[in-house]
Antibody, heavy 118, light 114 residues
Framework: QVHLVESGGDVVQPGRSLRLSCAAS????????MHWVRQAPGKGLEWVAV????????FYADSVKGRFTISRDNPKNTLYLQMNSLKAEDTAVYYC???????????WGQGTLVTVSS | DIVMTQSPDSLAVSLGERATISCKSS????????????LAWYQQKPGQPPKLLIY???TRESGVPDRFSGSGSGTDFTLTISSLQAEDVAVYYC??????????FGQGTKLEIK
């Protein structure tokens, strides 16, 4: 059974950094691209970043480009999101998800909450 | 970037009645080589992650009740719940995966019981 578990969410001050992790199990993690998608409180879904199965390519939403870095450790079946220069508008639940090459997101993790506030 | 626009933003339907949610893409998301529309639908209940309902615009995910159906073509798509059940109260999102990155979602439609 595919399982994605995010961790690392916290309350941080604007301008500070935070690293999120996503532990994957139940599928061949190293074969698939992985994504981060976020959802601000009471708002809709926003795609954040993707990393290719081998880490060779990475793409970001314009809203986080230059501040966030997606990475992965395939032997550890873990996805990361390094978030720097955090802003209040980065406050959201961050989900990791995979498309398994298909284009649609399935499954999703339960999410981890990041709150950026002074 | 492709913009996905859903309507309405919120919808109240009586139990047992039909619910219809629309999703419009700013460009065609039909890939002519395979004649498939690159559109998915999700259901999100409070405190939960989104759940995949439909992909390729009309293919129901395994385990999804057959009262959920997807249709449409070109730039206009519809999610229909044929007979609303209490457990269908949720926010529904469409998402395109044709022009990526970025993967883009509609703003969501909140479905409630009338």
């Amino acid at each position: 059974q595919v399982h994605l578990v995010e961790s690392g969410g916290d309350v941080v001050q604007p301008g500070r950094s935070l690293r999120l992790s996503c532990a994957a199990s139940g599928f061949n993690f190293s074969s698939y691209g992985m994504h981060w998608v976020r959802q601000a409180p009471g708002k809709g879904l926003e795609w954040v970043a993707v990393i290719w199965y081998d880490g060779s390519k990475k793409f970001y939403a314009d809203s986080v480009k230059g501040r966030f870095t997606i990475s992965r450790d395939n032997p550890k079946n873990t996805l990361y999101l390094q978030m720097n220069s955090l802003k209040a508008e980065d406050t959201a639940v961050y989900y990791c998800a995979t498309t398994k090459g298909s284009g649609w997101f399935d499954p999703w993790g339960q999410g981890t909450l990041v709150t950026v506030s002074s | 970037d492709i913009v996905m626009t859903q309507s309405p933003d919120s919808l109240a339907v009586s139990l047992g009645e039909r619910a219809t949610i629309s999703c419009k893409s700013s460009q065609s998301i039909l890939y002519s080589s395979n004649n498939k529309h690159y559109l998915a639908w999700y259901q999100q209940k409070p405190g939960q992650p989104p759940k995949l309902l439909i992909y390729w615009a009309s293919t129901r995910e395994s385990g999804v009740p057959d009262r959920f159906s997807g249709s449409g073509s070109g730039t206009d798509f519809t999610l229909t719940i044929s007979s609303l059940q209490a457990e269908d109260v949720a926010v529904y999102y469409c998402q395109q995966y044709y022009y990526t990155p970025p993967w883009t979602f509609g703003q969501g439609t909140k479905l409630e019981i009338k």
